[in-house]
């Protein structure tokens, strides 16, 4: 049987775009929830990087990285087997921080901002009425 939630905007997916996405919502005085299957903090291979640009809308979403353990980094470099590229950051400098402390900052923001959360969660349909 299913559910029904009295809410403006339903996020699928808890990951960091999903919670960026729920709090931006939040800041817009909409009533949001999130959904996914997984449980807190979520981990992946992905995700590990933050570019110059992503840290600027961490700031403006509110998120904070205050002590976490981080590295600063000012290019990207991409290797292959025969050949390789790398760049600097026009401007500004990244950040490296595993993606666990990440998600987990994503989650106490996204609470504190009052986002309506469902750990563990699959969903399998949605309807409109």
């Given amino acids: 049987m299913g559910h029904i939630f009295d809410t403006d905007v339903f996020v699928v997916g808890g990951g960091p775009a999903g ?9 817009h005085g909409l009533r949001v929830m999130v959904a996914d ?8 291979a992905c995700g590990e990087g933050l570019m110059p640009d992503s840290l600027d809308v961490l700031r403006r979403l509110g998120v904070s990285l205050q002590g976490c353990e981080t590295g600063s980094f000012q290019g990207i470099r991409f290797v292959g087997p025969e050949s ?9 400098r990244g950040l490296g921080i595993r993606r666990v402390l990440l998600h987990q900052a994503f989650v106490q923001h996204a609470e504190e ?3 309506k959360t469902l750990w563990g969660a699959r969903v399998s349909a949605t309807s409109m009425t």
């Fill in 84 to 92: 390789s590229v790398a760049a600097e950051f026009p401007q500004g």
């Fill in 113 to 115: 901002c009052g986002v």
């Fill in 37 to 44: 299957s997984a449980q807190p903090p979520i981990d992946k």
């Fill in 19 to 27: 919670l960026a996405a729920a709090i931006a919502a939040r800041q």
